[in-house]
């Protein structure tokens, strides 16, 4: 695979990849007909030189451009009704979304709620809302500017209610993106603490993906690919990042949220809380609980843990190496071995341990996970 160029691949939709491919945007909104999009980005990405770029390349080629950008750090309710608002209001004709998890969650549930006016909740898929999203949706295109979440070839949205902070799934293959302009270049000039977060989200998904009980042959080998990648480019793109490394942190997010399809675990369940209850970051809330969750999933599940340690290129092809690695991969990126070292504290261990077994993600952990788990795991990490 080369870096410096674009090229196409189609799963699970349309991607175009490499540097440079986000200068296509243009064109494409001009062969489909599209004149009046609304561009859904982050406060911080809405500053940054190379999206005031596309903005002004897009007004050249006669595109009208709406932005929306007033989100919160952890996406809710009111942000879609906000961009549902601004996208009535200025008549667009297509959704962009350029940015992170965050700002590609809400222009997804932005997409999903142009057509469907009941409340939002009503959608939720762990309560079987997908049956619900019958009408179609504006045009979506993606563009990633982070290599974590991967939600740029998601087909869901995770929304959080204001009030109780419970995070709610949106879903329906109607959601997937038209096409992906998946561009490395953007992700560049990202700070160090951000690029290990998001990186770590990426490796998150990847090795939580491979060890979900549900079956998925083709998931597994996606995702042990992409903790491969992970493991040979993470540590340079944080600490002296070049164009392979940032290209191969991308592709190896992609592959994540791909796999991801087949379950998550015990440590998103961890995190979420985290991310709920104190604002932290999904990405930090993983980079932080993922050794300790990995740790309580090894017995039982050896062979699984040989073949992810196969995949990290390790000596020692064992479960307890795998959560050395991760700690000293923690180390030399920057990111604290302790929840206490991110802002929790003692009293916060019983309200996050209610919200961790009220989570979505741990029923597809390859062992139960109770209540006492939750707070055990909290307490240890803490």
């Given amino acids: 695979m080369t870096f410096d160029t674009v090229y196409q691949y189609n799963f699970p939709t349309t991607i175009r990849f490499g540097a440079g491919a986000s200068n296509e945007l243009g064109d494409y909104l001009q062969k489909n007909n599209l004149q009046r999009p609304l561009i859904v980005t982050d406060p911080v990405v809405v500053q940054l030189p190379f999206f005031k770029k596309i903005v002004s390349d897009l007004q050249r080629k006669a595109i009208s451009v709406e932005v929306f950008s007033d989100l919160h750090k952890n996406p809710v309710k009111s942000d879609v009704y906000k961009g549902t608002s601004a996208y009535d209001a200025a008549n667009r004709d297509s959704m962009i979304g350029i940015g992170g998890g965050v700002a590609l969650d809400v222009a997804r549930a932005i997409c999903l709620r142009i057509n469907h006016r009941e409340d939002l909740f009503i959608y939720d898929d762990l309560v079987g809302g997908d049956v619900y999203v019958t009408n179609d949706v504006p045009h979506f295109i993606t563009i990633p500017t982070t290599a974590g979440t991967g939600s740029e070839v998601g087909r869901s949205a995770i929304i959080a209610d204001d009030e109780t902070h419970q995070k709610k799934i949106l879903f329906s293959p109607k959601l997937l993106a038209k096409i992906v302009f998946a561009d490395p270049q953007l992700t560049m000039d990202l700070p160090p603490s951000v690029t290990a977060a998001t990186g770590m989200d990426a490796l998150t998904h990847n090795m939580e993906a491979f060890l979900a009980k549900m079956p998925h042959p083709m998931c597994e080998g996606i995702a042990l690919e992409g903790m491969h ?126 919200l961790a077994y009220a989570d979505f993600a741990h029923p597809n952990n390859p062992k139960p996970v109770t209540r006492e788990n939750f707070r055990q795991l909290y307490t240890e990490a803490l």
């Fill in 229 to 354: 990648l992970i493991g040979n480019s993470l540590t340079k793109a944080v600490n002296a990042p070049d164009l392979e490394a940032r290209s191969k942190m991308l592709m190896a997010s992609l592959m994540g949220a791909v796999a991801f399809q087949k379950g998550l675990g015990v440590v998103h369940s961890l995190a979420h809380p985290l991310s709920a209850l104190l604002d932290t970051h999904h990405g930090l809330a993983n980079a932080v609980n993922i050794p300790y969750g990995m740790t309580f999933n090894i017995e039982g599940f050896e062979d699984r843990f040989r073949r992810m340690a196969r995949a990290l290129d390790l000596k020692d092809e064992s479960g307890e190496a795998v959560v050395r690695y991760l700690f000293d991969l923690n180390a030399e990126i920057g990111i604290p071995h302790k929840l206490r070292d991110i802002g929790v504290k003692p009293e916060h261990v019983e309200t996050l341990s209610d």
